[in-house]
C-alpha cells in the first residue's frame, strides 16, 4: 500500500503558525486530488481541506476557513497545509490523503501515518 508522508507538525502557543507538508512517493500522485484530514483525541477523523490536482479548485471546512491554506508543488510532488491563527482546538494528528478522483470530502484511498500538531493556550 502506497504511504503518504507528514512532516512540520509540533508544538504551538495559540496565535501562531505551523506548516505541514506532505511527500507523495510516485509521480502518479502529481495528478491527484490531495486533503488533509484531522483526528482530535476521542473524536471522529474530520475533513479539513482539499486541493484538486491542478490548485485550481480548494476546498475547506468552516473551523478553518480564512485561517489555513492548502496548496501543492506538482513539480516536487508535495501538498502543504499553511495554518495561521491556531486555537487550541486545532490540536490534533493531521493526515495528508489523496485519491483519483474529484475534489470533496470523502473517498479518500491513499494517506499518511500523521503528524501530531498541539496548540497551547
Known amino acids: 500500500q502506497v504511504q503518504l508522508v507528514e512532516s512540520g507538525g509540533g508544538l504551538v502557543q495559540a496565535g501562531g503558525s505551523l506548516r505541514l507538508a506532505c511527500v507523495a512517493p510516485?509521480?502518479?500522485?502529481?495528478?491527484?486530488?490531495k486533503a488533509w484530514f484531522r483526528q482530535a483525541p476521542g473524536k471522529e477523523r474530520e475533513f479539513v481541506a482539499a486541493?484538486?490536482?491542478?490548485?485550481?479548485?480548494?476546498a475547506y471546512a468552516d473551523s478553518v476557513k480564512g485561517r489555513f491554506t492548502i496548496s501543492r508543488d506538482n513539480v516536487q510532488n508535495m501538498v502543504y497545509l499553511q495554518m495561521n491563527s491556531l486555537k487550541p482546538e486545532d490540536t490534533a494528528v493531521y493526515y495528508c490523503?489523496?485519491?483519483?478522483?474529484?475534489?470533496?470530502?470523502?473517498?479518500?484511498?491513499?494517506w499518511g501515518q500523521g503528524t501530531q500538531v498541539t496548540v497551547s493556550s
Open positions: 490523503a489523496a485519491k483519483d478522483g474529484s475534489i470533496g470530502v470523502s473517498e479518500y484511498d491513499f
Open positions: 510516485e509521480r502518479t500522485f502529481s495528478l491527484y486530488t
Open positions: 486541493i484538486s490536482w491542478s490548485g485550481g479548485a480548494t
